[in-house]
């Protein structure tokens, strides 16, 4: 079966540095996406690992082992704004792009 | 660019009613359009996927002819729940693809209560 696990909620401080991690067991593999979801609106695009290895983007980093089945999501001088929930998605094999989500982490930054 | 909307951003309907939920890509084709529910603090799940000018795909457990999806072209599918029931409530997300290795683009949402 498919499955894609995060850890449902954390905390962090204004400024900190937090790192919500994702674990996948999946029958195809074509990439990872990150997104973040504010309540009532619609994810939008964070970062995108295929290959192993560390992409940065600003505040932002992603991180991929595929052999460990193992993503995270780092997230640098955490600002009040940052808190929403963060979903892992797996791009299942194939040319039709379909997203197996995970469970989503909700994450509360505090002054 | 790469905007997707939905409409009605929010809609209350009576048990036994249909309701039709739009999703158009403004700024761009979409090969394929995808079709997510979501419950309260919960993930999105996908329910449907659809390609301009054929049948929808249906995830397992979605009932094809509950959730009516029509792609009529490379910028508008549409998801009609019909016979809405209480259980039916969720948030609707829809999304576009243009292909290769670009993300889905999400659109707003559309809530929907059933009463």
């Known amino acids: 079966g498919q499955n894609i696990d995060q850890p449902t909620e954390m905390t962090a401080t204004e400024g900190a540095i937090v790192q919500i991690n994702c674990t996948y067991q999946t029958s195809g593999f074509n990439g990872l996406f990150w997104y973040q979801q504010h309540a009532g609106e619609a994810p939008t695009f964070l970062s995108y690992n295929v290959l192993d290895g560390l992409e940065e983007k600003g505040r932002f980093s992603s991180f991929l082992s595929r052999s460990k089945g193992y993503s995270y999501l780092l997230l640098k001088e955490l600002q009040m704004k940052d808190s929403a929930s963060y979903l892992c998605a797996v791009r299942d094999q194939g040319n039709t792009d379909k997203l197996i989500f995970g469970t989503g982490t909700r994450l509360q930054v505090f002054p | 660019g790469a905007v997707v909307s939905q409409h009605p951003s929010w809609v209350i309907c009576k048990s036994g009613t249909s309701v039709k939920i739009e999703c158009r890509s403004l700024d761009f084709q979409a090969t394929t359009m995808f079709w997510y529910r979501q419950f309260p603090k919960k993930s999105l799940m996908l329910m449907a996927t659809?390609?301009?000018?054929?049948?929808?795909?249906?995830e397992q457990g979605v009932e094809k002819d509950k959730f009516l999806i029509n792609h009529a072209s490379l910028t508008l599918s549409t998801l009609t729940v019909t016979s809405a029931h209480p259980e039916d409530s969720s948030f609707y997300i829809c999304?576009?693809?243009?292909?290769?290795?670009?993300?889905?683009?999400f659109g707003p949402g559309t809530r929907l209560l059933v009463l």
């Open positions: 999304s576009a693809w243009t292909g290769g290795w670009e993300t889905q683009y």
């Open positions: 659809s390609n301009e000018g054929s049948k929808a795909t249906y």
